[in-house]
């Protein structure tokens, strides 16, 4: 069976404090940080033993997860593994970037955001070009908001031309449409963000190739859908996998939409769906 796994733990806490964000420098007790660390090695073994399966596994943390050791170091075995096609996790890219040379880089991908204000411009954007270097899939992206437009045109003359920049539209912000063309001159792609998708009834890929996992091991369709399918490690979710429309009124996260199945965004990143990356643009050395 082939299988989309988004897994989310119980980290929560971020190094930055970004005014749109509710988890923003929240910091973690010792314990809950225990806690996600023993989740994410139990959650780690479960995919590596799935050796019948061909997995796709996609970190969402709410918080940063590349700052703590157990993420990289999972992130990294689990790219070694044949049955796993791809292991990405969306990042802040504030981490140290050498444990990347221990991964493998034909499986192992990033999804990066650059948060203005939140560090030096010039860091990140020698960080961007440092997993160039490496050989490491990335795409880099930004907050669609009025304010981040200056720094968004700079990064997109100053990434190297393979790395796809992508802009996520601000949540309950409404963009006119001179300000939607100045986003789409950036990310050809912005006009599937700008909006909503209505997604009430519609076939979804979610809940039958596609699962969310939390730190406890239940299983949901996606992480916006609480309704539970079972759980990952006594495989009582399997039973419940089927083709089954979205019950929700609209999707509005790339996270979610990008598997609606009345949308093209599987064709448009073919091979690169967790990781962000279109499939006409083809990574490579800068």
Known sequence: MDLTVLYRGLLASCDYDCPYCPFAKRRDSPDRLRADRAALDRFAAWAAAQTGDRLSLLFTPWGEGLVRSWYRRTLAELSHLPHIRRVAIQTNLSCRTDWLDTADRDTLALWCTYHPGQTPYDRFLTKCHDLAR?????????????????????????????????????????????????????????????????????????????????????????????????????????????????????????????????????????????????????????
Not at 138 to 162: F, K, M, T
Not at 190 to 212: D, N, W
Not at 269 to 276: H, I, S, W
């Open 134 to 286: 490496r050989g490491v899939r990335y795409s880099v992206g930004v907050v669609g908001l009025p304010e981040h437009l200056p720094a968004a045109r700079r990064l997109r003359a100053d990434l190297p031309d393979h790395v796809y920049l992508w802009v996520n539209a601000a949540e309950g912000h409404t963009y006119e449409d001179t300000e939607a063309e100045d986003w789409t001159a950036l990310d050809a792609l912005f006009p599937y963000s700008r909006a909503p998708h209505a997604s009430a009834g519609l076939p979804c890929r979610t809940g039958e190739s596609v699962i969310s996992v939390d730190g406890e091991g239940t299983v949901r369709r996606c992480h916006f859908v609480r309704a539970e399918l079972g759980n990952l490690y006594d495989g009582s979710y399997r039973a419940a996998l089927r083709p089954r429309p979205c019950p929700l009124t609209v999707c509005d996260c790339h996270i979610g939409y990008v598997h609606l199945e009345t949308l093209p965004l599987y064709d448009v990143f073919a091979g690169g769906v967790l990781e962000r990356i279109p499939a006409a643009v083809r990574p490579g050395r800068t």
